[in-house]
C-alpha cells in the first residue's frame, strides 16, 4: 500500500505557504521532485535524511506525483501549543490535531452553536479545484471588492497546502480566506463538517459568497458513481438546508480526450442530477456554435431539478487573460492550458459572473 523510501535532500526548488518542494536523491535512483509539509514534518534543509513515501511517485500522477516527505527524524518539529482537539487525517500514522471553528475550545464556538442559517449567501459549487479561479475571475470581475471564501472538503488533496492557487489568490486579494472541511486540513479555519465550514465562512469570516470545490487531486474510475465529484451535489443539499443559494457550476470540455467530459461531463449530471435533492441555479454558458448548443442541450435534463441560468460569456476571455496575469495563477485543467479547453474555463467563470448578479 505504501512505498517508503530513505532519501536525502539535494537542494529546495521552490516554496508556498505551508509547503517546501525539494529535490531529493532517493538511493541509486537518482534526484526526484518531493513535497514537505513543515508544519506536520518538519523544515527540511539540504543534507538532511528524509523519510519518504514514494507511492504516487512509483505511479506517475499527475496532480500528486511528488515523493512525500514524512518525517525528517534529525530535524523533528516542536510539539503543537495551545488549544485544538480536532482530529484530522485521523488513525492514518500523519493524524494531526487542529482547533476546530465549531469545537468548544474556539473563540467562535458561541457564535456556531446554534448557527443554522446562511441568510441566502450565494454557495458556488464546482466539481474541480481548477474552477476556483476562473469562478473568482467572472466574479470580481462584476463585483470588484466582493468578499469571497474558498471552502475546501476533503474529496482532493487533504492539506489545503497542496494547492500553489490558494496561495497566489490570497496574495494577490482575490481570495480573502479558506476553510477546511472533513478531513481536510490546512485552512485560515477548519471545520468538521462542510454545514459548519459554510456557517463559518459566513458567519466568522464574513463571506459576501463562498466557492465550495473539492481540493487538487480529483480521484475518478471511469464509472458512473465512481468519482470524487460526487460531493458537489451534495454540497448542494448542505448549502440549500442553511438557506443559502446554490450555484452548480457546470464541468464542460471541448479538449478533454474522453468523450464523457466532452461537452457536460457526466460528472456534472450525475452529481446535480441525480445526488442534489435540493434546486440549484445552474449558469449555462452562451457559447455559441454547435459546440455552445451541445452544452445546452446537455445540461436541458437538469432543468427538471434546478433552474438553467443562460450567461452571456463576452469579455470573460480577456477577464481569465487578466486574471491569470495579475493573480500570477495557471490557468489549467488535467494538465490543458486555458486556451486549450477555453469552454471549461469560460463555464466557470460564467458561473462566478451569475454568482455576483446575485450580490447585486
Do not use: C
Request: hydrophobic share 45%; proline share 6%; no cysteine.
Amino acid at each position: 500500500m505504501i512505498r517508503w523510501r530513505k532519501g536525502t535532500v539535494e537542494g529546495i526548488r521552490r516554496e508556498w505557504p505551508g509547503a517546501v518542494e525539494l529535490d531529493v536523491v532517493i538511493g541509486d535512483d537518482g534526484a526526484h521532485r518531493a513535497l514537505a509539509y513543515p508544519d506536520l514534518v518538519g523544515r527540511p534543509e539540504p543534507g538532511d535524511t528524509v523519510l519518504l513515501n514514494t507511492t504516487a511517485l512509483a505511479l506517475g500522477l499527475g496532480t500528486g506525483g511528488y515523493a512525500m516527505v514524512v518525517a525528517v527524524p534529525d530535524r523533528l518539529p516542536p510539539d503543537p501549543a495551545g488549544p485544538g482537539h480536532l482530529v484530522k487525517a485521523r488513525y492514518t500514522p500523519l493524524q494531526a490535531t487542529v482547533l476546530g471553528a465549531d469545537e468548544q475550545d474556539s473563540p467562535h464556538h458561541e457564535v456556531l452553536r446554534d448557527a443554522d442559517s446562511l441568510g441566502g449567501m450565494p454557495v458556488v459549487i464546482a466539481d474541480l479545484h481548477s474552477a476556483l479561479a476562473p469562478i473568482l475571475a467572472g466574479l470580481l470581475a462584476a463585483r470588484p471588492g466582493a468578499r469571497i471564501v474558498y471552502l475546501m472538503p476533503d474529496g482532493g488533496a487533504l492539506p489545503s497546502w497542496f494547492s500553489m492557487s490558494i496561495a497566489r489568490l490570497k496574495d494577490a486579494g482575490a481570495l480573502a480566506a479558506t476553510v477546511t472541511a472533513g478531513q481536510a486540513f490546512g485552512g485560515d479555519l477548519e471545520a468538521v463538517t462542510v454545514h459548519t465550514g459554510l456557517l463559518a465562512a459566513r458567519l466568522v469570516l464574513d463571506a459576501d459568497a463562498v466557492v465550495l470545490a473539492q481540493g487538487p487531486g480529483n480521484l475518478g474510475t471511469g464509472t458512473k458513481w465512481g468519482f470524487s465529484g460526487v460531493s458537489a451535489g451534495e454540497a448542494v443539499n448542505a448549502a440549500s438546508v442553511l438557506d443559502g443559494r446554490p450555484v452548480a457550476s457546470l464541468r464542460v470540455s471541448e479538449g478533454d480526450k474522453r468523450e464523457r467530459h466532452i461537452g457536460v461531463s457526466h460528472h456534472s449530471l450525475t452529481a446535480y442530477g441525480r445526488v442534489a435533492l435540493a434546486r440549484a441555479d445552474v449558469p449555462v454558458p452562451e457559447l455559441g456554435g454547435a459546440f455552445g448548443a451541445r452544452v445546452a442541450a446537455g445540461a436541458a435534463p437538469l432543468g427538471d431539478r434546478h433552474t438553467l441560468v443562460p450567461v452571456p460569456v463576452d469579455g470573460l476571455h480577456d477577464t481569465l487573460r487578466a486574471a491569470e496575469k495579475d493573480w500570477g495563477v495557471r490557468l489549467s485543467t488535467m494538465g490543458r492550458r486555458l486556451d486549450e479547453d477555453l469552454a471549461y474555463f469560460l463555464t466557470a467563470a460564467a458561473a462566478g459572473r451569475h454568482t455576483a448578479a446575485l450580490l447585486g
